[in-house]
């Protein structure tokens, strides 16, 4: 199983940016998935993420109308396009998927078993 994540990059605020979490050796339609991030000297936090049973989704509050998560099962990928970025979105972002039963919301990162290696977002002028 791997979660191979990319697109992160160096972006001025107000800039966008889509990630994208390509999917081998597992089937996402049956699983929720989710992007996290942490930067440094910070824990890692949930930004988004999808429940596989509803399709339902659920943000961050810092990222919400900001950021839209996103999946295409027949590309085995899902996605967090960032918009109106700010420096404090600066972090390492990683993406995560499991089977879960309920809401995505209800589990943390601990609860996640596949993650992919993260990848880099730098907001700054």
């Known amino acids: 199983v791997q979660l191979q994540a990319s697109g992160g990059g160096l972006v001025q605020p107000g800039g966008s940016l889509r990630l994208s979490c390509a999917a081998s050796g597992l089937t996402l339609g049956g699983y929720a998935v989710g992007w996290f991030r942490q930067a440094p000297g910070k824990e890692r936090e949930r930004v988004s993420c999808i429940s596989s049973h509803d399709g339902s989704t659920d943000y961050a509050d810092s990222v919400k109308g900001r950021f839209t998560i996103s999946r295409d099962n027949d590309k085995n990928t899902f996605y967090l396009q960032m918009n109106s970025l700010k420096p404090e979105d600066t972090a390492a972002y990683y993406c995560?998927?499991?089977?879960?039963?309920?809401?995505?919301?209800?589990?943390?990162?601990?609860?996640?078993?596949?993650w992919g290696q993260g990848t880099l977002v730098t907001v700054s002028s």
């Open positions: 995560a998927a499991d089977r879960f039963a309920l809401s995505c919301w209800l589990y943390s990162a601990r609860e996640y078993h596949n």
